[in-house]
């Protein structure tokens, strides 16, 4: 369950931090974004490293991977707003010191984004909420499909030691 519970944060702080190249950009037609999508697609890959006093001590690798998805994301406009519903198993596995664990457990997809507004800025998704704005860049959308990315570094600093953990998570949505 302790697992579960960082793989919810990460994902929340994932898609805090969003970069992008410019030259990257894709023609977004918006009106293509409204409807119900049904998410076939949810991964995390990510790192976290231990740095005391300059020198990297520990790496630990975590992949999450979804599936049996029942979970749907819906966009409305005049006003622009999003909700979901249902859930997902997430099976992550985790490796440190070459050790390698595995635990699997149901994803609210209420708990990874809530409700809210959105609006999209060339290819940036934002997600807006009385918790904090959530964007994503945008890779595919069209009629049929939307795919969504984020990239996060995240560092936190105690005295002399340094948590750095970064991920890429990656979705899936199809109407």
């Known amino acids: 369950m302790k697992i579960l519970k960082k793989l919810i944060a990460i994902f929340s702080i994932s898609l805090l931090i969003f970069s992008c190249n410019s030259e ?75 050790q390698q664990t595995s635990e699997e457990g149901e994803i609210d997809l209420d708990n990874l984004l809530n409700s809210g507004n959105w609006e999209i800025n060339k290819n940036e998704l934002t997600f807006i909420n009385n918790i904090e704005n959530q964007i994503v860049e945008i890779v595919t959308l069209n009629g049929t499909t939307l795919k969504l990315t984020s990239t996060t570094v995240d560092e936190t600093t105690t005295q002399d030691t340094t948590i750095k953990t970064t991920t890429v998570t990656n979705l899936t949505l199809t109407k």
């Open 24 to 98: 990257d950009d894709i023609q977004i037609n918006k009106d293509d974004i409204l409807g119900t999508w049904d998410l076939i697609n949810f991964d995390i890959d990510g790192e976290v490293s231990t740095i005391v006093q300059g020198l990297e001590i520990g790496v630990a690798s975590f992949t999450t991977i979804g599936k049996d998805f029942n979970a749907q994301l819906t966009f409305t406009e005049n006003p622009n707003t999003f909700s979901t519903s249902g859930s997902f198993t997430a099976v992550t596995t985790t490796t440190v010191l070459g």
